[in-house]
């Protein structure tokens, strides 16, 4: 991989929670609980798959009871969903990935463990949904597996609307995936993470390998602009 360990780290800063947006509607406890029922209804047989396509990958957070190699037709990853928090700031927003409609999408089929669908349910959804004008990202899918067809839960970019992105040039995805950093870490480490995971399980996403390789080079020029900045500064000084 062209992003390496040491590549992120040039792009972590501390920064401090911001306070809600504005125009959004958090979650309460109840709602939480109403959209897991919903959804739990909706549960084939007993049994929730989720399908993880990035962070779910290596931090799933809940126990596993199987595992399967899946395909999503007609989904892709897409980085289309703009972070003025969690990964970014509002003055310099990030990109969460989501699946966006057209072209195939090679993931995992996580089987949660236990009966208690709608508690494992509202787990995840406390994770992925934040606030009331994402809920509509939440949705089931098919999926292909060597088992057959199974139905499972994922996320998705939803409508197009304020804070949705897509179909930006993998140039401008880089240039922001780049710079962006919340208090929950780097878009840069997000990807990495993502890549890295992917590739391990045998998975080739060709265009986010080709996104790594543009951040690692955007990260590089931009860091070699601060170091020729600072030298020309210090010299200015002792001039």
């Known amino acids: 991989m062209s992003l390496t360990p040491e ?16 125009g959004c509607t958090p979650l309460s406890d109840r709602d939480y609980s109403d959209l897991a029922v919903r959804l739990s209804n909706d549960c084939v047989d007993g049994d929730l798959w989720i399908f993880a396509y990035g962070s779910l990958i290596w931090k799933p957070e809940f126990e596993i009871a199987d595992r399967l190699r899946a395909a999503a037709f007609g989904w892709h990853r897409s980085f289309c969903l703009e972070l003025p928090t969690w990964r ?61 067809p199974i139905r ?31 208090y929950a870490g780097s878009c840069a480490e997000y990807l990495y993470n993502t890549v890295f995971h992917l590739e391990n399980s045998g998975i080739h996403d060709s265009k986010l ?18 170091g020729a900045a600072n030298r020309a500064s210090r010299r200015t000084v002792m001039d």
């Not at 992120?8 to 947006?21: G, W, Y």
């Open 7 to 22: 590549l992120v780290a040039m792009c972590e800063r501390e920064e401090p929670e911001p306070a809600p947006e504005e």
């Open 152 to 182: 499972a839960l994922s996320f998705w970019v939803g409508p197009v609307g304020e804070g949705v992105a897509l179909r930006q040039p993998l140039e401008r995805v880089a240039w922001i995936l780049a710079r962006a950093c919340g």
């Open 209 to 226: 390998w080709r996104l790594q390789q543009l951040v690692a080079k955007e990260i590089r020029l931009l860091h070699q602009q601060h």
């Open 88 to 148: 970014g700031t509002p003055e310099q927003p990030g990109l969460m990935m989501a699946l966006e409609r057209g072209g195939r999408c090679d993931g995992f089929l996580f089987k949660v463990a236990g009966n208690d669908c709608k508690n494992s349910i509202e787990r995840l959804l406390r994770r992925e949904v934040w606030d009331q004008e994402s809920v509509y990202t939440t949705r089931w899918i098919k999926t292909l597996t060597e088992r057959g």
